[in-house]
């Protein structure tokens, strides 16, 4: 049985940041074509994603889960993207934070897995840019053993600032046997140029990756609860 923490139900990667945060959610977010299918989002509210579905049945249904699958994560950008210039080693180090993180978080609640077995949600997450998007099938991230974790999302990634102070992303949720849509979201944080405590010209974009890994892992296990403020 999983041990849950009482919250307002709602289920979403949205962002509530803190003010103090070097990263906000942006104003708005394009969808890139990674879900296919944008129909039934809708628009966020306040302390949700921009872009959000929620199966309706899912708080009956959240409990019958306790495993999790995170396909390997890919990047997707346009041909005119300053992502697109960005070296492969880096972008591989992109993927593998965010693949990192997600299995850190999720990995509290959830038994973390290769394969679908019964009780599995799905996990499919892309870090995605706006319009005539096409995956970089060189840049995805594989999978990490838990134990390893920690240790991995503490990596300083190098680079240029091409792509610091915004990220966008999209994610699904999927039950795993039946292949039931339970929730999909698109965001975008931008960076608020904050110097403090910055070891690389990566960290907000970093500091977004676990961010969104908290709330989804969060609200996953909470039934649709939103997360706190992370301290």
């Not at 080693?89 to 965010?98: F, G, P």
């Not at 970089?136 to 974790?149: R, Y």
Request: net charge negative; aromatic share 6%; with cysteine.
């Amino acid at each position: 049985m999983k041990h849950k923490i009482v919250g307002v139900l709602e289920l979403t990667l949205g962002l509530t940041l803190a003010a103090c945060a070097p990263i906000k959610q942006a104003q708005d977010v394009e969808t890139s074509g990674f879900l296919q299918d944008y129909s039934a989002l809708r628009e966020g509210k306040a302390g949700e994603a921009l872009k959000i579905y929620i199966d309706p049945n899912y708080p009956q249904l959240c409990e019958t889960y306790d495993k999790v699958l995170i396909e390997p994560i890919g990047i997707w950008v346009k041909e005119n993207s300053d992502l697109a210039d960005v070296s492969p080693s880096e972008r591989q180090n992109l993927v593998n934070h965010l693949h990192g993180s997600l299995v850190s978080e999720l990995g509290k609640y959830y038994q973390v897995v290769k394969t679908p077995q019964p009780g599995t949600l799905r996990i499919r997450t892309a870090i995605t840019e706006a319009e005539g998007s096409v995956v970089a099938l060189d840049t995805m991230s594989s999978f990490l053993p838990h134990s390893l974790v920690i240790s991995k999302i503490k990596e300083t990634a190098t680079g240029t600032a091409t792509f610091v102070g915004r990220a966008s992303g999209e994610v699904e949720v999927i039950d795993a046997m039946t292949g039931e849509r339970i929730a999909a979201a698109v965001d975008a944080i931008v960076g608020t140029k904050s110097v403090f405590g910055v070891t690389s010209k990566w960290d907000d974009v970093n500091r977004a990756f676990d961010d969104w890994s908290y709330r989804l892992a969060y609200r996953l296990v909470n039934c649709g609860a939103i997360a706190p403020e992370q301290e």
